[in-house]
Structures are given as C-alpha cells and as structure tokens.
C-alpha cells in the first residue's frame, strides 16, 4: 500500500503537478481573502477567493444552534451585462447596488491583502 | 513587537535567516502557480479586480433612471456600455435580462442584518451558533469539493433562467467593517 502511495506520488505527470499547485495557490488566496472581513468567529470556516478573472467564491462553513453543520457557497459573475450571483444550487440573481458596492470593496482589498500575505514568501523562494 | 526588533538588531544576515525560516520552502511548481496568479496577463487576480466603482455607479444609475416607456432601452444595453471596459465583456454573453425583470430587481433584498458591534462580522443567521458546539470541525476549503459545487450553481443556471427573489447578501458584513479597528491596530494601541 506505502509503495503504490509513494509511486503515485512519483509518477504524477507535470500537468498533475501544476493542476495541484495552482489549487494550492487559490487556497492560500481563499484563506487570506476570508480574513478581509474581520475576525471569523470560531468554529467557522470562511473562504473568499478569485476562481478565475470573472468569478469570486464566498464559502463559508459553521455549526448551527441546533448543532447542525452547514456550508453555504456564494459564486459572484462579473458578466458583460451586469454582475450576478448563485448560492448553493440557485439559479443567477442580478446583485443588489449595495451588494455590488459590498463586493467591489471586497475586490479592492484582495490582492493587496493577498500580495502582503505571499510577495515576502516568493522572496524567501528566491523569487524578485 | 519588541522582541521583532531585538531579532533584526543583529544584522542583515539574521533577518535574512529569520525570513528563510519563518517561509516554507516551495515546489517549484507552487512558485509557478503563485506567480501565476499575480502575473499571467492572461488569467493573474488583478484582471479580476478590474472593477470600478465607476462602472458600478454608473450601470446601476443608469438602471435607476430608465423610463419603462422607453421600451428600446434595457438593462443588457446598458450593461454593455458600461461593462465594455471589462475582460469578460470579450466572452459571449450568456445571458440577457429583459427589463421588467430588472425592474423587478430593484425591489429592496432581503439581506442580512448589520451587525451589533458584540458580534463581531459574523450574519445574523449565524449569531445563534456562538455557544454552540461544532458538530464537526471544519475542514478548510477543499478544491474538489468547492469546484463540484461551482459546478453544480453553474448547472443550475444553465437554463438561462434568472430568478429575482432574494437571497442573502454575505456581504453585507462590509458595512461593519469600516467601523472596525484591524486587530493589529489594536493590540499597538
């Protein structure tokens, strides 16, 4: 079993390889976007994060009173006719003024706060 | 932060030890990734964030003022002026909304409630789970999990429909957080 993890681990193409790494990435970005809203109350899990030049994700994960787990998903399109958003399986709602207000806020601060987070890491790896 | 400055009183070459143990070590290909993210023209975070407030101030004022007896005018006309400036605006558009659904649209949401100041960011729906046990801990974000369920909300939409009924703002905690003190801030304080 050891031997076939460990061959697994060899022979991952590098295609494979930068598909994980690239995952990575958006989940050291989620983590630091998630703290651009203030403190997360514990026992909750908050990620924000840019999927792709068009798209955020707001995902968030707790424990209801009732001791229930739940996680709620947010997906935000920037499209050419206006800016919308689904959340767990719903069709696409047009973003209220405010909330587009909300969500450029939160776009301002991302890469800032992302850059502050990982620039000084690439500098350890050597990286200008 | 006084122990911080005692660490790099020793000299350049401490720091540089400091900064080399305090980073992991990355693959290269998590370099690669990470760069990416920052500097590939094609896909970087920053084409993401070209979003201006002018743009959003200036398609949702637009909305405002539209006449319904001009019936020539509509929102995805007005989008596309507007959003001319941004990437996306290059892609087929999937979708185009007729005006009266628009229209509809400017009914207030229902959104989250502001937060009192004891509560921290958190919704209102989640208030309740203060004392509340986690019935599982929670385990960050995983990718497969997250793309499955992108994938799901994109399947929902497939059909072109789009519903006006509302649904949380989760961003509506922002109108707290400028009245909130960065906890570094603090501490110094």
Not at chain 1, 26 to 33: F, M, T
Not at chain 1, 57 to 81: F, I, K, L, M, S
């Amino acid at each position: 079993m050891f031997t076939k993890f460990i061959d697994t681990i060899l022979h991952r193409s590098d295609e494979q390889k930068r598909i994980e790494a690239y995952s990575e990435a958006i989940r050291e970005e989620a983590k630091i976007g998630g703290k651009l809203f203030g403190a997360v109350p514990e026992g909750t899990t908050r990620e924000f994060f840019c999927l792709d030049p068009y798209t955020w994700v707001w995902h968030e994960e707790w424990t209801d009173a009732q001791g229930n787990y739940q996680v709620r998903t947010t997906r935000y399109d920037v499209r050419p006719n206006g800016i919308y958003k689904a959340q767990d399986g719903q069709p696409y709602r047009p973003l209220s003024e405010k909330e587009a207000y909300n969500l450029l806020q939160a776009v301002r601060r991302y890469n800032p706060a992302v850059d502050a987070q990982l620039d000084p890491i690439l500098s350890a790896n050597g990286v200008k | 932060m006084a122990n911080d400055t005692t660490r790099y009183e020793t000299g350049p070459e401490d720091k540089k030890m400091s900064i080399a143990g305090k980073y992991p070590r990355l693959r290269p290909e998590q370099i690669q990734a990470v760069h990416d993210r920052k500097e590939n023209p094609v896909s970087n975070r920053y084409i993401a964030a070209d979003l201006t407030e002018e743009t959003i101030l200036k398609f949702y004022a637009q909305l405002r003022t539209m006449q319904p007896d001009h019936p020539s005018d509509n929102a995805s006309s007005v989008a596309r002026q507007v959003f001319a400036s941004h990437p996306k605006s290059a892609q087929t558009e999937p979708t185009s909304i007729p005006t009266a659904e628009w229209q509809t649209s400017q009914k207030p949401l229902t959104e989250v409630q502001p937060l009192p100041a004891e509560t921290g960011s958190r919704p209102v729906e989640h208030t309740s789970t203060d004392t509340a046990a986690p019935a599982q801990a929670p385990t960050g974000l995983d990718m497969s999990t997250i793309r499955a369920q992108i994938d799901s909300i994109h399947g929902g939409a497939k059909s072109g429909q789009i519903i006006n009924d509302p649904i949380p703002d989760v961003l509506q905690q922002f109108t707290v957080l400028g009245s909130e003190e960065p906890e570094e801030l603090s501490r110094a304080a």
